[in-house]
Every structure is written in structure tokens, then in C-alpha cells.
């Protein structure tokens, strides 16, 4: 049989040209997506495939009267009791024990009747056999297993042994692979198969690398045409290089061409719930962390970031972004309710939450009606909040910076100068480094615009002389020049800039190393509390004189003019002067720069001082170098937020043995045990301690920073950029998901490929048949 001429029958239904790949399907294309049992039907009964089709259809559709009869095989229903119904006066009803050599027979609990699988599956249309085992459903159970009656009867019939040979004929062409649809299609379905793997392949690609999709045309005939998107475009450019390809999409239907943005939603939708799945499932009993952040995006709306943390199955931290959720309301009500959909939604238990990071906004943190309190009422349990620490190390420097007036005067000048080495006629001078611009929102610009302004002060410095010394510059360019050249050589600017740099110097190691997945709260704390001690240790009077002998010694200060006194007191005895302050004298430099160390050393303490609770404690009990290493007691506040029972020997084995282990070995990627290195590398022998384990799991699980759902906004800000707005939200969710999570997105190359056929396949997409 040569499958390809159903394609060249005419069409007897009519595509909706507007309807793009969801357009009908005309008889032709229901004669090539024959099921097996239509062509073995066929094949019994000498007629055509597309009789056969439509013969089978509707004789299924009268057979099958109850709802719960069997569709692959007999559904055997075995219940302790059976309705009953009266017989003569007295009750009777179905019974299990007549399945015993009757393969055949099925029970439907709808409509209380016995009926013959192989006579309703298999039977001929228009046969005259009996219609209670097919169509009516077989009751009477007072007569269901006597001589010559009921069951008995209909097994002895005709009929019925030649619609049971031919269902077992059919389960043995099943087994061995023989089935008359596989031999006729086998290799059409492994062309189809190969086909929509090549468009799952172009929206992997153009997913991962942020890429649009779209243009102004979507269709098919249109693939070679400028404005018809990416994806067009690349399928196009594949179908050139892959000749395999080209020649399978000769034989593809044209209304199966499956390239509309309706199939590429529906293809990002599967695709983005089974990265969801994934995560999920590597989530899986164990208790997490959500970590949440919101943005609006160009078009006002808002994005809700929703982040998990928790310990995966190499007992590593891990963080995944679950999704990006929106809001109709932007109330801190709202907002719980949906983290707490959107976790169930994904099949999380939102009472598995061990603790929630969020920024320091009223909403989000209030104690009262944040999002922090309102999350522990919903679920009526405690789940600690944890105040964002990158949020906060920004708020530090901030708050230091307004503090004092020299260095806002600083940060201004710094910021002018960006702008001045902006002017084209000025940026074609300039030979330095690029200046940053300064950021209000993240205070690690302002450190880079102190390292650039410092690494090119001589390259700065010769542009301004340069600029002020010639006239083919315009006046005000001239004069901008001037004051910016008369600022810069203030040794009070080199000083600022110097103490700005060292302070900020090292609050930038701990700032990093906070947005890495790995980062516990513990380890967060402790880098916090050792860059607040480095800060600390600048504050010397050598540190001083050093740093402004350094500052002297690097460019010799403009001559001021010269001061004359008054002839007007000439007659007069001056007891004392009242002079304006020097910004560059000695001492004002000196108060100016132990006021910042103070500024900046007060903030962090208190701003992360509070975190001395019990949790914290229990924490630093878990640390293998604190001095309170597994001690149960202090432990304990930890595992009371999971209800998770303490057993004291557990510890103290547990100590023993940890402790003799770490003084013996080193951890094996070098350096110093810590708590993630002791569940890593010693879990295998602390499974006999489950609740040690746990405490550990728990320690690990507790997040630090929300950097992860600011690096999802970057995604976000690249998918939804200027010329892509008009998307609806779930489509630009399942893109952002599948950029993001590119990891798990790339197994759509290989080992997810199949399933996402499987599950595109089973959404009634049965025109270009894959399976």
C-alpha cells in the first residue's frame, strides 16, 4: 500500500484561512492517520481504510454505552459487593468468580451489565449477533452461568469465537511487532517524528539564547521572505542544509506544517512544564526555601519572581527559578495568596517551607501586614524571614554615603565627569578607561566608578588641560573643563576617592560571593561580620597618614591666589578670625575619614547584629569549627520548624565521629570542613543518624540573598525587550523559564526530546501522526 496517495485526495472540508494550523482536517488526512484497529478492520473486512474508518467510529461509539468499559482490554471490575437487583423475589447480582476462564468478559459499575470485549471491539458492522453483550449490557444474573444460558451460551456462539480469534490474533501482532499500522507506517512515523524534532530543536535554540521567534508573517509559504521571524527563518536555513529533511517535508501535509505561533505556545508550554516537573521532582520531600522579588516591565505589569531552594540528591544547595508569576494587585495579600497558588500549582506543599527571603520593602518584610507575616498566618507555622543581605550591604553603603556631604559632593563630581567624557568631541581625546556610570539602585557602581576614576586620574587629569588650554573648544566646554580640572586636583578629592575605594574594597568580595546558588545564611553571616572586621582595621592613625601621604605625594595641588589682608583693619588689633573651613585641611580629613569607618562598621552591626536568635545559634552549633559543634540543645530551635524530633545520642555519636574524621582527613577538595563539606563528602555514615542529616539539610537550605530572582529579571529585560511586547504573559513566562533554566532546557536535545513528542502528540494533534 502506498501511504502516500491519501495526501493527493481531494480535500472534502474546507480549511478556515484564518485558523492557520488549527484548520480542519479533510477525509484524506483521516485516511493516513489510520489506528491499527481501523486498518485491521479493513484488511478483515475487504473494505477501504476510510470506510473501515468511519465503520469502526461509529460502531465504537454505539458499543460503548457505559463510560467505564475497557479500551485496550477487558475492564474486569472486582468488587466485594455487586448492586443487586430482585430475580423471582429474591436478590442477585454479579459476581467476580465468572472472570475465571472467561478472559473475555467485562463488568461496567455505570450501567451494572456484563458485556464481551472481543464482540464490541472486533465485531462486523451490521452483524446480527446478540446485542446484550455489546450494545444493551448483559443483567441477568439469575441465568448468567447455567447450561446453555447467559455467559455460556454467548461463549459457545459463532460470533463470538471469531471476534475472540481475531483479538487474539491482533495481541499476538502487537507483541511481536508485526501489526499491520506499524508495518504501514512504521517508517512515515519515524519521518513525522524526525520533522517535529527539527521544530523542537529551532524553539530549544532561539529559547536559550534569548532569540524572538516571530515577524510579521507566520506562514509556512512564507519561510524564505524578509519579516518572517527567526523561527521561520532557521527552520528554512535547516531544511537547506538537511536534505533528509527537506524531502520529509515534501511529504507533510499542508495543514500539518505545524510553524504558527500557535503550535510554538503549545510546543514552549510543554516544554517549560516539564522543566517545571524536573524541578519538582528534584525538589522532592525535602523542605525548601522560596525566595520571592517583583518587577514591572515595560508595559506596567507586574513580574513575581519565585525562586526555590533546597538540597538536591548530592546533597549540594541548589536554587531554581519555579516561575514568574503576576498579580492583578500588588497588595501584600494578594501577593501571598499568590506565591502560595503558584507553589501548588507546580506541585510543591507550600507547609514544606523552612524559612522566605525577600528585599526590606514594607511589604514584603512589614511584621505586622508584610508578605513575611501574612505567608505564617496562612500556613500557621513559623517560617523565619530573612532580610535580603545583598539588599542590606547596599543599604550600608548608601546610608554611609548621605552621611556625609564631602563624599555626596564626591560622587557628584564623578558623575558629571561621566557625562563630560560622553561628549563625542571629548570621548575621541580621552585614552583612559571607561568611566561607569553610577547606579542609585545598586551601590557596586559607585565602587566602580571610584577603581575606573582612580586606575586613569592621569589620563583624566591630561584630558581636562588639554580641553582647558585650547580654544577650538566651545566656551562651556572649556569651563566645564576648568572646574572639573580644578576639583580633581583637590587633594581632598584624591583622599575621598582613595578611602571610598579601600572601605568599599572589602564589601565587594562578600557582596559576590552572595550570589552564588551555594551560599548558605551561616557562611553569609560570616563574611559579612569579616568584612566588618577588615573595615574595622582601617581605623588607625597609620592608616590615615598613609593613605594621605599617598594622596599628597600623586599630583601636586593648583596654586591658589595668593590671601592679602584687609588695610581696612590696618589701624585694628585682630584678637581672632572666624574662617570658613578647608575641605583639604589636616583635620577635617582626618574626622571625615573615621566618621565613614565608624558610619560603615555601625550599620553592618546593626543591620545584621539581629540576626543573633536561636535560629542563628542553631546555625553556628552546625559550624564543625564553632565550639558548640553538635550540640543538640542549641540545635534544637532549628528542627522545631519542621517538627522534627532531636535525639540527643544521635549528636553526640555524630560529634565523635566527625570530630576524629576531620582531624584524620581533609575535605577532598582541600581546604577547611565546612557544614555544606560534611554533608557532602560524610552523609553516607550520618544516614544512621537521620535527625543529624536533617539538621544539616535544614542549615544548608536557609537562603541569604534574592540574587537569583534579580538575575531572572535580566532574563526578562532580553526576552522582553522593546520590539517583543505584544506577547501575552504565559508565553513570555515559558520563554523566560526556558532561558533561565537553560541546563535543563538543553536535554530537550536529547533525552527529554522523545516525551515532548509524547505529550504534543497525546493534545489531540493526531493530524501528522507520531506514534
Known amino acids: 500500500m502506498d501511504i502516500r496517495r491519501f495526501f493527493n485526495k481531494p480535500r472534502s472540508v474546507s480549511e478556515d484561512p484564518g485558523d492557520g494550523d488549527r484548520a480542519c482536517v479533510s477525509e484524506a488526512g483521516c485516511s493516513y492517520a489510520q489506528t491499527s484497529e481501523e486498518i485491521d478492520s479493513a484488511r478483515e473486512a475487504n473494505v477501504s481504510p476510510a470506510e473501515a474508518s468511519r465503520q469502526q467510529r461509529s460502531s465504537q461509539q454505539a458499543s460503548e454505552p457505559a463510560g467505564d468499559l475497557g479500551i485496550d482490554q477487558p475492564n474486569q471490575v472486582v468488587k466485594k459487593n455487586y448492586p443487586s437487583s430482585l430475580f423471582s423475589g429474591k436478590k442477585r447480582s454479579f459476581h467476580s468468580a465468572w472472570y475465571t476462564n472467561r478472559d473475555w468478559l ?6 451494572d451489565a456484563a458485556y464481551c470485549y472481543p464482540c464490541r471491539k472486533f465485531r462486523a458492522p451490521g452483524s446480527s449477533m446478540d446485542s446484550a453483550f455489546t450494545l444493551n449490557g448483559f443483567s441477568d444474573w439469575k441465568h448468567a452461568v447455567e447450561m446453555g444460558k447467559g455467559l455460556n451460551k454467548h461463549a459457545a456462539s459463532k460470533e463470538h469465537m471469531l471476534c475472540a480469534t481475531m483479538w487474539k490474533d491482533k495481541e499476538m501482532r502487537i507483541a511481536t511487532g508485526r501489526e499491520v499500522s506499524t508495518l504501514v507506517n512504521a517508517e512515515q512515523l519515524q519521518r513525522n517524528r524526525y520533522y517535529l524534532s527539527s521544530i523542537v530543536d529551532v524553539i530549544e535554540f532561539l529559547a536559550v539564547n534569548h532569540l524572538p521567534f516571530r515577524g510579521d508573517n507566520d506562514s ?38 505545524y510553524t504558527s505561533h500557535e503550535i510554538q505556545n503549545e510546543l514552549l508550554d510543554i516544554m517549560s512544564t516539564m522543566v517545571t516537573e524536573h524541578i519538582v521532582t528534584e525538589v522532592g520531600e525535602s523542605f525548601y526555601t522560596i525566595k520571592v522579588d517583583g518587577t514591572r516591565d515595560p508595559t506596567g505589569r507586574e513580574n513575581i519572581s519565585i525562586v526555590v531552594r533546597f538540597i538536591n540528591e548530592l546533597y549540594e544547595p541548589t536554587e531554581r527559578l519555579l516561575t514568574i508569576a503576576t498579580a492583578d494587585q500588588g497588595d501584600a495579600a494578594t501577593l501571598t495568596d499568590t506565591i502560595v497558588e503558584e507553589l501548588s500549582k507546580a506541585g510543591l506543599s507550600p507547609r514544606r517551607i523552612i524559612s522566605q527571603v525577600y528585599d526590606g520593602a514594607s511589604l514584603m518584610s512589614g511584621k505586622h501586614g508584610g508578605v513575611q507575616k501574612r505567608l505564617q498566618e496562612k500556613l500557621q507555622r513559623d517560617i523565619p524571614y530573612v532580610h535580603c543581605f545583598n539588599h542590606q550591604l547596599h543599604l550600608v553603603v548608601s546610608h554611609t554615603l548621605a552621611a556625609e556631604q564631602a563624599v555626596l559632593d564626591f560622587f557628584s563630581t564623578c558623575n558629571i565627569l561621566y557625562k563630560f567624557c560622553r561628549r563625542p568631541t571629548v570621548a575621541i581625546l580621552y585614552k583612559g578607561e571607561r568611566l561607569k556610570r553610577l547606579l542609585e539602585q545598586c551601590w557596586t557602581g559607585h565602587f566602580g566608578t571610584v577603581s575606573v576614576v582612580l586606575r586613569s586620574f592621569d589620563d583624566l587629569v591630561t584630558l581636562l588641560k588639554e580641553i582647558d588650554s585650547q580654544r577650538t573648544y566651545g566656551a562651556d566646554v572649556r569651563v566645564e573643563a576648568a572646574g572639573l580640572l580644578r576639583t580633581m586636583s583637590e587633594p581632598s578629592f584624591r583622599f575621598i576617592a582613595e578611602m571610598v575605594h579601600s572601605i568599599l574594597s572589602y564589601l565587594d568580595p562578600p557582596n ?15 563574611l559579612v561580620n569579616s568584612a566588618c572586621v577588615c573595615v574595622e582595621n582601617l581605623r588607625s592613625e597609620i592608616k590615615f597618614v598613609a593613605l594621605l601621604e599617598r594622596c599628597r605625594s600623586a599630583e601636586p595641588p593648583m596654586e591658589k591666589r595668593r590671601r592679602t589682608v584687609n588695610p581696612a583693619f590696618d589701624s585694628y588689633i585682630v584678637e581672632e578670625r572666624i574662617a570658613q573651613e578647608d575641605p583639604n585641611d589636616e583635620m577635617e580629613l582626618r574626622r571625615l575619614y573615621f566618621s565613614c569607618i565608624d558610619s560603615v562598621c555601625g550599620e553592618i552591626k546593626e543591620r545584621f547584629g539581629e540576626r543573633n536568635c536561636k535560629v542563628m545559634g542553631a546555625l553556628k552549633a552546625l559550624d564543625p569549627e564553632d565550639a558548640d559543634f553538635l550540640d543538640a540543645s542549641k540545635i534544637t530551635p532549628l528542627l522545631k520548624l519542621t517538627n522534627t524530633s532531636v535525639v540527643d545520642t544521635e549528636y553526640e555519636v555524630a560529634n565523635q565521629f566527625l570530630r576524629v574524621r576531620m582531624d584524620d582527613t581533609s575535605p ?45 529579571f535580566s532574563t526578562l529585560k532580553n526576552v522582553f525587550s522593546d520590539h517583543r511586547q505584544s506577547m501575552l504573559h504565559k508565553r513570555k513566562a515559558n520563554l523566560i523559564m526556558l532561558a533561565f533554566e537553560k541546563d535543563l532546557t538543553k536535554k530537550f536535545r536529547s533525552e527529554w526530546r522523545d516525551t515532548v513528542l509524547r505529550r504534543f502528540h497525546s493534545v489531540a494533534h493526531r493530524r501528522l501522526p507520531l506514534y
Open 106 to 111: 467485562e463488568y461496567s459499575v455505570n450501567a
Open 668 to 712: 577532598p577538595d582541600g581546604g577547611r570542613w565546612t557544614m555544606a563539606k560534611v554533608l557532602k563528602y560524610l552523609h553516607q555514615p550520618l544516614e544512621a543518624m537521620p535527625s543529624v542529616i536533617t539538621a544539616l539539610k535544614h542549615a544548608l537550605t536557609f537562603g541569604a540573598s534574592t540574587a537569583l530572582c534579580e538575575n531572572s
Open 220 to 257: 509556512y509559504a512564507s519561510m524564505s521572505d524578509d519579516g518572517c521571524g527567526l523561527f521561520l527563518s532557521m527552520f528554512e536555513y535547516t531544511l537547506r542544509k538537511d536534505p533528509v529533511l527537506a524531502t520529509i517535508a515534501q511529504s507533510i501535509p499542508h495543514n500539518a506544517r
Open 512 to 526: 559576590t560571593m552572595l550570589q552564588s546558588e551555594d551560599m548558605d545564611l551561616l557562611t553569609g553571616m560570616q
